[in-house]
Nanobody, 124 residues
Framework: QVQLVESGGGLVQAGGSLRLSCAAS????????MGWFRQAPGKEREFVAA????????YYADSVKGRFTISRDNAKNTVYLQMNSLKPEDTAVYYC?????????????????WGQGTQVTVSS
């Protein structure tokens, strides 16, 4: 069982930046690809970004490409999401998740473990 704990959310003005962190409990963290998803009130959970177990491949939703960067530090069992040029439409609860197996980076159903989420609010 991998436990994931997100941190770094908060309130920021449009155009600002935040960095989210997700710490994993397992030393086998490096065995998993990691993803970030978000869910706004009344909307379905949507894919934001993902990174392979080694960090050599990254994937982004079109809505965040060029503004968000996903990275990981396997020595620290942590994955990060650097969010720049934030917009009000980025407001949501952000979740990190761990996936084994290949493919399906954008599908929540392909991720086995989930964190509890961290709120990001972007004011206009």
């Amino acid at each position: 069982q991998v436990q994931l704990v997100e941190s770094g959310g908060g309130l920021v003005q449009a155009g600002g930046s935040l960095r989210l962190s997700c710490a994993a409990s397992e030393r086998t963290f490096s065995n998993y690809a990691m993803g970030w998803f978000r869910q706004a009130p009344g909307k379905e959970r949507e894919f934001v970004a993902a990174i392979s177990w080694s960090g050599d491949r990254t994937y982004y939703a079109d809505s965040v490409k060029g503004r968000f960067t996903i990275s990981r530090d396997n020595a620290k069992n942590t994955v990060y999401l650097q969010m720049n040029s934030l917009k009000p439409e980025d407001t949501a609860v952000y979740y990190c998740a761990a996936k084994d197996g290949s493919g399906g980076w954008w599908l929540p159903s392909r991720y086995r473990y989930w964190g509890q989420g961290t709120q990001v609010t972007v004011s206009s």
